[in-house]
Nanobody, 124 residues
Framework: QVQLVESGGGVVQAGDSLRLSCAAS????????MGWFRQAPGKEREFVAT????????YYALSVKGRFTISRDNAKNTVYLQMNSLKPEDTAVYYC?????????????????WGQGTQVTVSS
């Protein structure tokens, strides 16, 4: 089992930045690729970003590419999502997820463990 705890969400204005953190515990962190997903009210959960076990490979949704950066610190068992130039359409609950292989995935079905989510609200 892997436990994931997100933090760093909040209420910001358009153009501001936030950094989300996801602390993992329970298993060897480097066995897992990690991902961030988000879900806005009334919408499906959508892919945001993913990172492989070493941090050397990352992928982003087109809607966030160039604004968001995913990274990980394997010594701290933590994955981050740096969000810059936030827009009102980025408002959602953001979820961290762990995948029981080291390679990345775009789909939520590819992940085995999920955090409880953290709310990000961007006002215009």
């Amino acid at each position: 089992q892997v436990q994931l705890v997100e933090s760093g969400g909040g209420v910001v204005q358009a153009g501001d930045s936030l950094r989300l953190s996801c602390a993992a515990s329970g298993r060897t962190f480097t066995n897992y690729a990690m991902g961030w997903f988000r879900q806005a009210p009334g919408k499906e959960r959508e892919f945001v970003a993913t990172i492989n076990w070493s941090g050397g490979i990352t992928y982003y949704a087109l809607s966030v590419k160039g604004r968001f950066t995913i990274s990980r610190d394997n010594a701290k068992n933590t994955v981050y999502l740096q969000m810059n130039s936030l827009k009102p359409e980025d408002t959602a609950v953001y979820y961290c997820a762990a995948r029981s292989v080291g390679s990345t995935s775009y789909t939520s079905h590819g992940y085995d463990y999920w955090g409880q989510g953290t709310q990000v609200t961007v006002s215009s």
